[in-house]
């Protein structure tokens, strides 16, 4: 499931593929227009994405799109956000990107204008890719294809590497092709005779003050109004969606409202997970069906049984991109499972960590405490040392960044380290603290961008929120679309974070408290131990696998030459497996299969 669309006023160089088969100028997609001699086209597959045409203008949604405010009927919610989307373009030329709720991309080509208009909301249920060609544009939902179709050899985009490697993802608009970006949340694309324009359509500090339709009461009223809201309209969707039941508090909740959606039946819910058998992930497996008993649902786990170098490299040559957590590796076989069940599509609780409290929430909290007691950096460095003395090493760590809490520059300040794994070392040893440093300011520049405070708090969980989480959704929704399933991420619905900004502080953030509120609302719908049991990691023995002996050492063996590398970091990662050696062996695999053209096969055989 996916599309890939163009707009030329001539056709790329005989070198490149678009002559191949892959879009042919005879193809009956293609038309030659009379008025500006221009060629446009739009190439989809897959039954979730929704297209439709007025005259010579055709619009594509991909993802969930409705009006906001509107209480009309339902079940034609999403046919009337198309018709504004018609309306408001024949009246101004435009789209009325404001006036619409979900997560969803637009893509809209005026075959009479020669003009093509790109949206992806603030999360944009996956990614949107384009790249400007000789005498056009290419556009589409995978990167690879760009690359293979724009008429010019793949090649390495140098300058995205330090951000790679300190984030194992390339966040914001580049990628590892040189020359093939991604559109920002928010932001919209055209391109016409007058050539490519950006503007910043949406921002998070834009949706402050909304209205939410979420029908009043306290906080957690209100949360279970909005998570209805975005259900009912997934439910519309895709009536058979399942529930990607982990068993923690933002997929438990999930369920629970699910559950009070669906129409009475004699057999329960279905939810899945996938399950790798190691004696690491045996207490997440456990996690997921205890949640499953108490929520009244049918839990499969599904075996990802094969070996994790196979997942890796179908990942990878599957969406052009660089798996950013290890579970990521395995999203592509869920799908397909799911897929050959009839299940249409998957709802994952992504994106609530951002909303309402990373882990270094409480972190921040705890110092900014600690800066109000004792706010002579003096008296801090003295407390510091006795708490050292003393063994208790975490107390230092309070105090050192109570004296930085606004200093977002600084590699140690948790606005750098939020959803950050990585060896710094390893990334000064091959690139230099300068390059490095400006990978952490991209990351933050994002979050400037859309509006978001300077306040520590909100900065560490936008920065989060758009610098991994929306990524992840989108990485895993290109997962899932491979194999013909979609997956919807509720919490990531532009209701849901409009809901959560327009929230008091100490309800969002209570003090060291992450995620507080999403606790109370379970605890009143389900068994309170879903709320306060302990959190799992969900984590791999990624390292064990990296390790002589591992499932990954083979393709760890096999990783080629590069001249970023340094030798004694590369030797280093060998010995003591690190995530550097993992992000490295990413790059390579993606290296092997992009720009030296390898058979996947032939990669992953290799093992």
Not at 592 to 602: D, G, N, V, Y
Request: net charge neutral.
């Amino acid at each position: 499931m996916g599309y890939l669309g163009w707009v030329f006023s001539k056709w790329p160089s005989e070198e490149g593929a678009m002559r191949n088969g892959a879009v042919e100028p005879a193809s009956p997609a293609v038309r030659v227009l009379d008025r500006t001699g221009r060629r446009l086209g739009l190439r989809t597959s897959g039954e979730f994405l929704r297209t439709a045409a007025r005259g010579r203008v055709t619009l594509l949604v991909r993802g969930l799109m409705v009006l906001s405010g509107d209480e009309g009927p339902p079940s034609s919610r999403a046919d009337r956000a198309v018709e504004a989307a018609f309306a408001h373009y024949a009246a101004r030329g435009d789209l009325p990107a404001e006036r619409f709720e979900g997560s969803f991309t637009l893509v809209l080509i005026d075959e009479e204008a020669g003009r093509v208009l790109l949206f992806r909301n603030l999360v944009g249920a996956g990614f949107t890719y384009y790249a400007e060609t000789d005498g056009g544009l290419l556009f589409g939902s995978n990167p690879a294809e760009l690359a293979e179709y724009g008429g010019a050899v793949a090649a390495v985009n140098d300058s995205a590497l330090p951000a790679f490697f300190l984030y194992r993802f390339v966040p914001g608009r580049e990628t590892l092709f040189r020359g093939v970006r991604r559109l920002l949340p928010g932001e919209m694309l055209a391109y016409d005779r007058d050539g490519l324009r950006l503007r910043q359509r949406q921002t998070i500090g834009g949706l402050r003050g909304g209205e939410t339709g979420d029908g009043g009461g306290d906080a957690v009223e209100r949360l279970g109004a909005t998570m209805a809201r975005v259900l009912a309209d997934c439910a519309l969707d895709h009536p058979g969606a399942v529930n990607l039941l982990s068993g923690g508090v933002d997929s438990s909740y999930i369920q629970v409202v699910w559950n009070e959606g669906l129409p009475a039946s004699s057999r329960p819910p279905a939810t899945y997970t996938i399950n790798v058998d190691h004696p690491r992930t045996l207490p997440d497996a456990e996690y997921a069906l205890s949640a499953a008993s108490l929520l009244g649902t049918r839990h499969t786990l599904v075996p990802a049984d094969d070996y994790a170098a196979r997942y890796l490299v179908e990942a990878v040559a599957g969406t052009g991109e660089p798996p950013n957590h290890v579970q990521s590796i395995y999203f592509r076989r869920l799908g397909r499972v799911l897929a050959d069940r009839g299940v249409p599509a998957a709802l994952c609780g992504e994106g609530a960590d951002s909303l309402f409290g990373v882990g270094s929430t409480a972190t921040l909290q705890t110092a900014e405490a600690l800066r109000r007691v004792l706010p002579w950096k003096f008296g801090r460095d003295l407390v510091s040392a006795a708490a050292a003395f003393a063994g208790h090493p975490r107390l230092p760590g309070y105090l050192d960044l109570a004296g930085r809490l606004g200093d977002f520059t600084h590699p140690g300040h948790p606005v750098n380290e939020v959803a950050v794994f990585a060896d710094l070392r390893a990334v000064h040893s091959c690139f230099g603290e300068p390059a490095a440093s400006s990978a952490f300011a991209l990351r933050r520049e994002l979050a400037r961008m859309h509006g978001v405070a300077d306040d520590p708090l909100e900065f560490v969980n936008f920065a989060g929120f758009l610098g991994e989480a929306a990524d992840t959704a989108s990485l895993w929704t290109g997962l899932f679309n491979l194999e013909g399933c979609d997956m919807r991420c509720p919490f990531l619905d532009s209701r849901m974070i409009r809901f959560a900004i327009g929230l008091r502080p100490q309800e969002r953030y209570p003090f060291r408290k992450p995620k507080e509120l999403l606790k109370r609302a379970l605890r009143r719908r389900a068994p309170a131990v879903l709320a306060d049991r302990s959190k799992r990691g969900f984590g791999q023995p990624i390292f064990e696998w990296l390790a002589v002996g591992g499932q990954l050492r083979p393709l760890v063996d096999r990783i080629g030459d590069y001249d970023f590398v340094a030798h004694r970091a590369l030797a280093e990662a060998r010995e003591r497996p690190n995530w550097f050696l993992y992000s490295l062996l990413c790059f390579d695999v993606w290296h092997k299969l992009f720009i030296e053209k390898r058979p996947a096969s032939a990669i992953a055989d290799a093992t």
